[in-house]
């Protein structure tokens, strides 16, 4: 059958108008309570009756019983209803009706209800009823409905891997099974186009996101989720604005939310993770707050705010749900495990294929250490070697930076990688080091531009932005207070020089 061909018309034996009547004929025959349940033999008998049809065929007929072969475009959270049931919802979707249709599920426990492992997977119903409140859905009756779940990829295997209690398959499963694949190759659920990962955000557009949630934190009213996938967000660029006030001032990643260091801790060391600030509540958050869900945040938008990606979810935004099993996240975490086992591909993508040669230190054999990696570790003080880039500078002015030369200042650096930012200090006794000897005030701006990435002024004047290198540098923690040592822990950076 070709891609666009009809899955439905083209193996049952039934036209659909004539599906229909028999649809409503089987609900006015169908044994009342009490009645005799059929015998095996007419069992086996009505096997080859049952008849299939198209989603938006199914939607004329409301109230009556009917079977359904579909895929799940979206899967919901598993929840305990108003009685004492527990309620799932999933969305399916077939040719005849690609925008799809939600199916209610209740069932006396978790077990009993649909484990879809991916989305894209495809479903078999049995005598589901088409209801209308509002609008059209699906419910499964625990007492008479049933269900199956394929794998949705092309495969020889037709046989299902999940099935309830009460149901029996067809002489068409397989045939239509073999065609949906078809048609799912052709057409997977979700919009693929506008799906990005972290590593190809863009500001001001909307996409889905396939994603890990962390972490999700309220605050006034408002919900941030710390999402992951294992990629680095692009490296942001900077406005060149002429006053020193802009450059100094950087905000950190926690500022807004800082995070106990316990959550902190549980945050991976090698990829950037994102904030998406909500302005409502979302069904999916007590899920979500366990820290262990994959999860589709469709229809949002991101915008960067100082250099930090922020996402946000919009009036249209969705979250899914997703198996470990969902295709998407199989990919991302094969992805992640093929990074961190590359010493290269460990650090920054956008540092790639190799950082500024601006900086030399003198701990060249030292391993590479994330930012993140460094504020999760279990020691308070520890030193490491690191990449990353300045992004803001104080104080950052000639007179200043000389009084630095002179023992008199401390300089504060901002650095950033795609796992944290953090401040990072020059103390005043290795100031003279750090620039590489005691300086003109004209060679000091010259080497602080380089840090941040200021480049100089030519023919058409002032540069609008400004790009700032990655440098390795060696940094080593300190506390200030022994009783509150993460508290009070800050860094310093030592043994590194800014070459001319």
Known sequence: MSPGGNPYTEHAPVSHARAMEEAAARERKRPREGDAAPSAAAAAAGKSQYVYLPIADALKAPGARV????????????????????????????????????????????????????????????????????EFFVTFNKKFSSFALFEGKV??????????????????????????????????????????????????????LVCKVLHVHEKKGEW???????????????????????????????????????????????????????????????????????????????????????????TSSRVRLLSHEDGSVVDRLKMYDSRITDKVHRQPIASLPEASNIADVEYETIGYTTLMESLTHEQVTHKFKTLVRV??????????????????????????????????????????????????????????????GIPEEDEEGAPLTRNPPWIWCCLKSYCLDKNDPWGSRRYRIFATEIRD
């Open 67 to 134: 079977y359904l072969f579909a895929a799940v475009s979206e899967i919901g959270a598993t929840v305990r209803s108003r009685g004492t049931d527990f309620t799932l919802t999933l969305r399916i979707a077939d040719q005849s009706r690609p925008a799809g249709i939600s199916v209610t599920f209740f069932a006396d426990n978790t077990a009993l209800l649909p484990c879809v492992k991916s989305s894209g997977d495809v479903i078999s119903l049995h005598n589901v009823v088409i209801t209308m409140h509002g």
């Open 155 to 208: 495969s020889t295997e037709c046989s299902p891997y999940q099935t309830s209690m009460k149901y029996h398959g067809t002489r068409y499963d397989n045939e239509l099974l073999t065609q949906m694949r078809m048609w799912l190759a052709y057409n997977p659920p979700g919009l693929k186009d506008l799906e990005l990962q972290l590593r190809s955000l863009k500001s001001d557009t909307t996409f889905d």
């Open 224 to 314: 941030i989720f710390y999402v992951w996938d294992g990629t680095d967000a692009p490296a942001a660029e900077f406005q060149a604005i002429s006053d020193a006030e802009a450059v100094e001032s950087s905000p950190l990643y926690l500022e807004e939310a800082p995070l106990p260091r316990e959550v902190l801790c549980t945050m991976p060391c090698v990829g950037t993770v994102l904030r998406i600030f909500a302005n409502r509540y979302l069904k999916e958050v007590f899920h979500l707050q366990k820290n262990i869900y994959w999860a589709r945040f469709c229809n949002i938008t991101c915008k960067q705010e100082f250099g930090i990606w922020k996402g946000i979810l919009l």
């Open 391 to 452: 992004v803001a500078a104080y104080p950052c002015r000639a007179s200043e930076l000389r009084l630095l030369m002179t023992g008199s200042y401390c300089l504060r650096l901002t650095l950033e990688d795609p796992t944290a930012r953090i401040h990072a200090y020059v103390h005043k006794d290795d100031g003279a080091k750090f620039f590489g000897g005691f300086l003109s005030a004209e060679a000091l701006i010259k080497k602080m531009n380089k840090l941040l």
